[in-house]
Nanobody, 124 residues
Framework: QVRLVESGGGLVQAGGSLRLSCAAS????????MGWFRQAPGKQREFVIGIRATDTSTTSADSVKGRFTISRDNAKNTVYLQMNRLRPEDTAVYYC?????????????????WGAGTQVTVSS
């Protein structure tokens, strides 16, 4: 059974940091590119950042450049999202999906598997 389980969300003050984790199981996660998306209330799900399966190549949305970084530990089938200098506008449910083709990582429809998400709330 394919599972992607996000964790590490919570409430943080503006300017603070959080580290999200995403544990994958039930498929060959090390061969998949991984991404982080987020969805705020009343808004569409948006791409945040993605990482290639086999190396450290990443790409990110302009809104998080210089603040968010993605990494992965293929031995643990886990992907991480380090979020620094958080802003109230970063408040959203954060999802960690998996896809085969890193070139399509900014497109939500390209992803094969999704987790249930974890809530991140940034207070001003």
């Amino acid at each position: 059974q394919v599972r992607l389980v996000e964790s590490g969300g919570g409430l943080v003050q503006a300017g603070g940091s959080l580290r999200l984790s995403c544990a994958a199981s039930g498929f060959s996660a090390s061969t998949y590119a991984m991404g982080w998306f987020r969805q705020a209330p009343g808004k569409q799900r948006e791409f945040v950042i993605g990482i290639r399966a086999t190396d450290t190549s990443t790409t990110s949305a302009d809104s998080v450049k210089g603040r968010f970084t993605i990494s992965r530990d293929n031995a643990k089938n886990t992907v991480y999202l380090q979020m620094n200098r958080l802003r109230p506008e970063d408040t959203a449910v954060y999802y960690c999906p998996a896809l085969r083709n890193f070139a399509d990582c900014t497109h939500a429809n390209a992803y094969n598997y999704w987790g249930a998400g974890t809530q991140v709330t940034v207070s001003s």
